[in-house]
């Protein structure tokens, strides 16, 4: 069987949920998974959805973990604490001499067998570059899929390294991603884009900072376009702030949005907004944040931009 291991507090069920449903149906029919959820507190009823999701090729495993240990560091931007769990899942889930660890902003697209059999060496795990090291000397990978050398990892007691790590770099809006950075440096092996694709990044709003010959050096890869990239992904990452449960239009949110009606929320109605309505919020917003005269600067930005004569973000 394949471990995979998802970590959840009370405000992310519905996502995790929607990211196991797609693991499940994208899997190969001679896969077998072993589904850990650690959880934080959480509640009975949420334990219970995680649950009706066990099948017989699909162990669900649920993991109750505590924060107890981390309160004294504050949550900042949209990161909750309980992702520093994930310092902890090697031996959390200690009966496995590899684990693949997923974020629930994900959609899954194929079986995860290539993932999980990637030899990592003598690294302590695998990640796919951090699409900062474009304009950076840094190494660094995004810490929202990766596959530990849980062995390794338990019998260097890496768990309380990182721990202490983070600790003493206090409270900042990284919580965990940083820190293996920072404590497994090197001993990090680069993995393919596929199994970490941030589509918004490639074909959304941002798709005019990055050039394709540049993000083709750094993941050693050959891609006639942006678009080949994300078609050959394996699994998508909502990284960014554009979330599928949010907005209708992103990249990809379709292929989430079919996970979501495949999984135990398909009766509950998703109030996403189109690409209109997100205009308008974010217009809304910038008046109320900037006044008139800060408008009316930014709609000039964008006019440029939607000319093609300039580099912006969201409006939001």
Not at 6 to 19: G, K, L, P, R, S
Not at 148 to 169: D, G
Not at 189 to 207: M, Q, S, V, Y
């Amino acid at each position: 069987m394949i471990p995979v291991v998802f970590i959840t507090d009370e405000n992310f069920i519905m996502q995790t949920v929607v990211a196991m449903t797609s693991l499940y149906y994208s899997k190969k029919a001679k896969t077998e998974y072993d589904v850990y959820v650690v959880t934080a507190d959480c509640a009975e009823t949420a334990k219970r959805k995680f649950k009706r999701l066990e099948k017989k090729d699909m162990r669900v495993n649920i993991v109750e973990a505590s924060l107890e240990e981390y309160r004294d560091i504050k949550q900042l931007a949209h990161i909750p604490i309980a992702c520093l769990l994930k310092f902890n899942i090697c031996d959390l889930v200690s009966s496995y001499e590899k684990i693949i660890y997923l974020d629930g902003d994900i959609c899954v697209r194929n079986d995860l067998s290539d993932l999980y059999d990637i030899d990592l060496g003598e690294c302590f795990a695998g990640g796919v570059p951090s699409l900062e090291m474009l304009s950076s000397d840094k190494r660094m990978i995004n810490a929202g899929i990766m596959l530990f050398n849980a062995s390794k990892m338990r019998a260097e007691h890496m768990a309380e390294r990182l721990v202490a790590e983070r600790k003493k770099l206090g409270d900042r809006g990284s919580m965990d991603q940083q820190t293996f950075n920072m404590v497994l440096g090197d001993q990090i092996l680069f993995l393919p884009p596929k199994f970490n694709c941030i589509a918004d990044k490639f074909l959304g709003d941002e798709k005019r900072i990055f050039k394709l010959d540049k993000v083709n050096k750094l993941y050693g890869t050959g891609y006639a376009s942006f678009k080949e990239l994300v078609d050959d992904a394996v699994i998508i990452h909502f990284a960014s702030g554009m979330k599928p449960w949010k907005f209708s239009f992103i990249p990809c949110a379709d292929e989430w949005y079919r996970a979501y009606k495949a999984s135990v929320y398909r009766n509950v109605e998703l109030k996403r907004k189109n690409l209109l309505q997100a205009r308008v919020t974010g217009m809304k917003n910038q008046l109320k944040k900037n006044g008139v005269k800060g408008f009316v600067k930014r709609l000039g930005e964008h006019i440029g931009y939607w000319a093609g004569k300039g580099k912006i973000k969201n409006w939001g």
